[in-house]
């Protein structure tokens, strides 16, 4: 097996390692459709109602192929993504834009941030600024130039500021969300159910309010509690459970490339 784009110690591996990451999925699907131009392209290019789990499973083979894959694996997977994304154009966006590739990278690093704060405790001032210049990759493998992404934490964080005010949430991005959360399989609800209400807790109120998520001291509680029992249980199992998505993922790609079958996205 070839070199990864990343040694073990790293921030980017030690964070996206950890199962805990997956509970900030919705917080990042929500944040990146909830700008104009990502919304309107996902619900014209894509179908969440129909094979919300093959949604997911194309966007965690991305980050995880690129994070904890081969450097050949990860350019392969940064190919078959940019591949998919010259198709995805329309009026008023393009997938190739790199202001909406900032956008969709930024969400990934600001979620694994804030659920390691919420699971393990804060990253350090350290740890986050070498978090974001490793998570640079999410948005140069999209295609974008690296000077794009912010330098430094103090930039990154006047960008998110400024970013996240200025979003109105729109009309396709409520449909994902409508589409995201009761999605046909009746079993998934459970699972989309959670989702919901860790996104719902974690969004900032005008995003949240701009999905029509309800909100309010009870459910603020509630979230408190919940992440209070993770906190306690999830650090103290073993670190081959903890890791087990990641290695189910990673497996699954390299048995399709073995067999020629593309990453689906």
Request: net charge positive; glycine share 8%; with cysteine.
């Amino acid at each position: 097996m070839g070199q990864g784009m990343f040694a073990d110690d790293t921030a980017i591996r030690r964070v996206n390692r950890e199962a805990s990451t997956l509970l900030a999925a919705a917080y990042a699907i929500l944040l990146q459709v909830a700008h104009p131009a990502v919304g309107q392209g996902v619900s014209d290019h894509s179908d969440f109602a129909s094979r919300p789990l093959d949604r997911l499973r194309g966007t965690l083979t991305f980050v995880y192929g690129t994070v904890f894959g081969t450097r050949e694996e990860a350019e392969r997977v940064a190919r078959i993504v940019r591949a998919v994304h010259r198709h995805v154009v329309g009026p008023g966006y393009d997938a190739r834009d790199p202001d909406l590739q900032v956008w969709v990278a930024a969400t990934l690093y600001e979620g694994a941030v804030r659920i390691h704060g919420l699971v393990f405790g804060e990253l350090s001032p350290d740890e986050k600024e070498e978090l974001l210049g490793q998570c640079a990759l999410f948005a140069t493998s999209l295609g974008c130039p690296g000077d794009r992404w912010p330098a430094d934490l103090p930039s990154f964080e006047r960008y998110w500021k400024e970013t996240v005010e200025g979003i109105e949430v729109g009309d396709a991005a409520r449909g994902i969300a409508r589409d995201l959360f009761t999605p046909r399989n009746r079993a998934l609800r459970p699972l989309t159910a959670v989702q919901r209400f860790v996104a719902s807790g974690m969004l900032p109120p005008n995003i949240r309010e701009g999905f029509g998520l309800e909100w309010d001291e009870r459910r603020r509680r509630r979230f408190d509690r919940f992440f209070s029992v993770v906190r306690a249980l999830y650090p103290r199992l073993p670190l081959r459970v903890r890791t087990l998505p990641r290695d189910l993922y990673l497996r699954d790609m390299r048995r399709k490339a073995a067999r020629g079958r593309p990453v689906r996205r």
